[in-house]
């Protein structure tokens, strides 16, 4: 995921900043490693969760690279170009149909709860004291899936180096991700506005549920 990022705000800055691409990326380039220096120690691989903060990184080096001109507004429209890339499949991914939403919802419950099995052990061990917790499924709801994440290590990079403006924009990519799936993803909290957790429930766009909901949604 983190490559298929890269290649896509590469190419929105050759297409924005097409007389700076060059040194935009050497800047970038020089500016990344420098900046995960400081990132604090989620165990690479071995946590699935991990690629996201590497993910808002990249996001961050380029936003430096450009003198903070790859700001919030232009972070909105690559997310747009980023969602229309991959829209071919949305029609296999649609959990309006039960045949989709069934087998999709066992396996991220199966993958979620191994995540969070992975995390309190290695937090046992002194390990991936910064990573997000997991709560699956916390409503016991039989509707779309849900689940909540506990603390937010981007949150944490973003406040302690100053790039909380961004973070708005950051968390829009979950509503990109719904909108691939045929979905409403219904959030009523997040780290980045104040609270301990973010809530997740994604529910299929035409169920009765996103149609009249009218609460709060972040």
């Given at each position: 995921?983190?490559k298929?990022?890269?290649?896509?705000?590469?190419?929105?800055?050759?297409?924005?900043?097409?007389?700076?691409?060059?040194?935009?990326?050497?800047?970038?380039?020089?500016?990344?490693?420098?900046?995960?220096?400081?990132?604090?120690?989620?165990?690479?691989?071995?946590?699935?969760?991990?690629?996201?903060?590497?993910?808002?990184?990249?996001f961050?080096?380029?936003?430096?690279?450009?003198?903070?001109?790859?700001?919030?507004?232009?972070?909105?429209?690559?997310?747009?170009?980023?969602?229309?890339?991959?829209?071919?499949?949305?029609?296999?991914?649609?959990?309006?149909?039960?045949?989709?939403?069934?087998?999709?919802?066992?396996?991220?419950?199966?993958?979620?709860k191994?995540?969070?099995?992975?995390?309190r052990?290695?937090?046992?061990?002194?390990?991936?004291?910064?990573?997000?917790?997991?709560?699956?499924?916390?409503?016991?709801?039989?509707?779309?899936?849900?689940?909540?994440?506990?603390?937010?290590?981007?949150?944490?990079?973003?406040?302690?180096?100053?790039?909380?403006?961004?973070?708005?924009?950051?968390?829009k990519?979950?509503?990109?991700?719904?909108?691939?799936?045929?979905?409403?993803?219904?959030?009523?909290?997040?780290?980045?506005?104040?609270?301990?957790?973010c809530?997740?429930?994604?529910?299929?766009?035409?169920?009765?549920?996103?149609?009249?909901?009218?609460?709060?949604?972040?």
């Amino acid at each position: 995921m983190e490559k298929f990022i890269f290649r896509h705000i590469k190419k929105y800055v050759k297409k924005h900043f097409s007389l700076e691409y060059k040194e935009i990326c050497r800047r970038q380039k020089e500016i990344f490693p420098k900046m995960m220096a400081n990132a604090p120690d989620l165990g690479g691989k071995d946590n699935s969760l991990a690629g996201n903060l590497t993910m808002f990184i990249i996001f961050l080096s380029f936003y430096e690279a450009t003198d903070h001109r790859l700001d919030g507004n232009a972070i909105d429209e690559l997310l747009i170009e980023v969602y229309n890339s991959v829209r071919f499949l949305s029609p296999l991914m649609n959990i309006n149909h039960k045949r989709i939403l069934n087998p999709l919802r066992k396996y991220l419950y199966k993958s979620y709860k191994e995540y969070a099995d992975n995390v309190r052990k290695n937090q046992a061990e002194g390990k991936w004291l910064d990573t997000w917790g997991m709560r699956v499924n916390p409503n016991n709801t039989d509707e779309g899936f849900a689940f909540t994440l506990v603390g937010c290590p981007l949150v944490q990079y973003a406040k302690k180096y100053g790039y909380m403006e961004v973070m708005p924009h950051m968390c829009k990519l979950d509503h990109q991700y719904a909108k691939l799936m045929h979905a409403k993803l219904i959030r009523t909290h997040t780290v980045a506005t104040g609270a301990d957790s973010c809530d997740y429930w994604y529910v299929p766009d035409k169920s009765e549920t996103a149609i009249n909901y009218t609460g709060v949604i972040i």
